[in-house]
C-alpha cells in the first residue's frame, strides 16, 4: 500500500511537471514581437484606404503612410503585407485580433486608449483648419471672428461639424453652419467645391489640407481653427520591441533624404495635371504636331491605333518633354510608372528613350484593349484612356459598381464614368466589389476628354 502510494504521488508530480512545462511552452509560441517577424520576414500593416495614408495609383500601391512602412520594412529587409480596414474604429480592433502587427495610420493620441494599444513610429500634431477660396480679388480670412456671418460647409456628424458647433459657441453665435448629409460628399469633395467656386469655405485636418493644396493652388488653408491634436502609429502592448525599433527608426531617418522626400512627394510636389489646349511650337514645320511625329506613326504602323491617338497621350502626360518625372513616378515622355514599365520589358532609365517609351506605350494600349475587349469599338477607346491614365483596376471597379446598381458597366458617360467618380466616398469604394479601393477620379475623367479633344485637333493639324 505504502507502495502504491509513493507511486501515486510520483505520478502526480509527474502530470503536474508535464503540464507545467506544456504551459511554458505554450506560452513561448505565442510571444510574437519584432524578432520573430524578422524571423518571419514581413511586417503586416492595417491602414485605411485615403489619399494620404494608402491608395492605388496606375497600379502601384502609394500613399505617405504605406511609403513610410515601406521604408521601415526595406530599412529590415521585410516583405511588407497591406490589410485594409473600412474604419477607423475597425483598424484598433483588427490589431487587437492580430490582424496585422501595426496601425499605419494617424490614431488621435487619448489616455483612453493607452491600456490597450501603445502609440510609436510616426508622430502627428495637426488641428482643424479653415479651407477658403483664394482667387484673384477674395478676402481671406485671418481670425476666427472673421467667421461671423459667413457660410461654412461641412459634412454632417463629423468632428468638424462639432468643432464648429463649438467655435460658433465661443464666438457667441453667427457662423451659418451647412451641414451635408448626402452620402456621396467628402470632405475632400467640399474643398474641391470651394476650388471651383461653388462653395467658400469648408473645414478639415491640416494634413489633408496641405495635400490638397497640392492639386488647387486657389484654396487657402492657413486659419487654424482648433487645438492642437497629436496622433501617432499604434501597436499592441505585446509587441514593445517592435515599438521601439519603429521610434528609432522614425528618430534616425526624419532628416534623411528619403523620409524628407516621402513628405515632399505627397504635401510639396504638385499634382496638378497639364492642361490648356495645344499650341504648335513655332519652329515645327507645318503639318506636324511634335519632333516625335515619326515615332508615332513608326510604332502604330500595321497596329489598330491612329498614330494621332499616340500623340495625344504623349501630350497630355508630358507635354512632348522627355525629361519630366511626376509627383507619382511617371517618366519619359508617355508617362510610364516604374512597374508599368517594367512589365512590358523596359528598365527604369530605358522610359527615358522616346523610341523605347513610345513602343511600350502601344504594347501598354494592346493589353488594355483585351481587358476591355467587352466594351464596344466607339466606347472603348474612353476605357482605354481612363485605364492608361488611372490604372485598369479602377475601370474595372466602376465597371462592377455600375453592374451592382443597375446601370451599363459597357457605356462611359453616365454609367462608369459616375461610379468611377463615386470612388472616393467610402461607401463605394468599400464595396465587395472594389477591389482597387480608393480612387481620385478628377484627374482621369478630365483626361479622357482632354485626349479625346486633342486627338482631333491633331488630325486638323497634321490630317496623314
Not at 474604419?87 to 490582424?99: A, P, S
Request: with cysteine.
Amino acid at each position: 500500500m505504502k507502495h502504491t502510494r509513493k507511486y501515486y504521488c510520483i505520478y502526480l508530480i509527474f502530470i503536474c511537471l508535464c503540464f507545467s512545462f506544456s504551459c511554458k511552452t505554450k506560452v513561448e509560441k505565442e510571444v510574437y514581437d519584432f524578432e520573430q517577424i524578422k524571423s518571419k520576414g514581413e511586417l503586416t500593416i492595417i491602414t485605411l484606404n485615403s489619399s494620404t495614408s494608402y491608395f492605388i495609383y496606375k497600379e502601384e500601391p502609394m500613399g505617405y503612410d504605406y511609403d513610410l512602412a515601406q521604408d521601415f520594412c526595406d530599412h529590415y529587409g521585410l516583405t511588407l503585407n497591406v490589410k485594409i480596414a473600412e474604419n477607423t474604429t475597425k483598424l484598433l480592433e483588427m490589431l487587437e485580433k492580430g490582424d496585422g502587427d501595426l496601425v499605419a495610420f494617424p490614431v488621435p493620441i487619448q489616455n483612453e486608449l493607452k491600456d490597450s494599444i501603445s502609440y510609436c513610429g510616426l508622430n502627428q500634431v495637426t488641428h482643424q483648419i479653415l479651407v477658403q477660396s483664394a482667387n484673384k480679388g477674395d478676402t481671406i480670412i485671418k481670425e476666427v471672428t472673421g467667421l461671423i456671418g459667413k457660410e461654412v460647409y461641412v459634412e454632417e456628424n463629423t468632428k468638424y461639424h462639432q468643432r464648429l458647433i463649438n467655435l460658433n459657441s465661443e464666438l457667441g453665435g453667427g457662423i451659418k453652419i451647412h451641414p451635408v448629409s448626402e452620402d456621396t460628399i467628402t470632405s475632400e469633395d467640399l474643398i474641391e467645391m470651394v476650388s471651383l467656386g461653388k462653395i467658400k469655405y469648408t473645414v478639415c485636418d491640416e494634413y489633408i489640407a496641405k495635400l490638397n493644396r497640392t492639386y488647387y493652388r486657389n484654396i487657402d488653408i492657413s486659419l487654424p481653427v482648433s487645438f492642437d491634436q497629436r496622433a501617432s502609429w499604434a501597436i499592441r502592448k505585446d509587441t514593445p520591441k517592435l515599438g521601439k525599433a519603429l521610434d528609432e527608426w522614425f528618430v534616425q531617418n526624419d532628416n534623411t533624404p528619403v523620409y524628407k522626400g516621402i513628405t515632399k512627394k505627397y504635401f510639396e510636389l504638385s499634382k496638378q495635371p497639364f492642361e490648356g489646349e495645344y499650341k504648335a511650337p513655332k519652329n515645327l514645320p507645318k503639318g506636324t504636331v511634335s519632333i516625335y511625329d515619326d515615332l508615332f506613326k513608326k510604332h502604330t504602323k500595321g497596329t489598330q491605333y491612329d498614330w494621332h491617338l499616340l500623340a495625344a497621350i504623349c501630350y497630355h502626360e508630358s507635354r512632348f518633354q522627355n525629361n519630366l518625372t511626376s509627383w507619382a513616378g511617371a517618366a519619359g515622355i508617355m508617362g510610364l510608372m516604374p512597374r508599368t514599365a517594367s512589365s512590358l520589358g523596359l528598365t527604369s532609365e530605358d522610359r527615358m528613350n522616346p523610341d523605347l517609351s513610345i513602343g511600350a506605350a502601344v504594347d501598354l494600349l494592346d493589353r488594355l484593349n483585351k481587358i476591355f475587349r467587352g466594351v464596344n469599338a466607339s466606347e472603348r477607346t474612353k476605357f482605354i484612356l481612363a485605364a492608361y491614365n488611372g490604372g485598369n483596376g479602377h475601370i474595372n471597379d466602376a465597371q462592377a459598381l455600375a453592374e451592382k446598381y443597375g446601370a451599363s458597366p459597357y457605356i462611359w458617360e453616365g454609367n462608369v464614368k459616375k461610379y468611377l467618380e463615386l470612388k472616393s466616398n467610402p461607401e463605394y469604394y468599400n464595396d465587395p466589389v472594389c477591389k482597387s479601393g480608393y480612387f481620385r477620379s478628377g484627374e482621369t475623367t478630365a483626361y479622357v476628354n482632354n485626349v479625346l479633344s486633342t486627338i482631333e485637333r491633331f488630325k486638323r493639324i497634321s490630317p496623314k
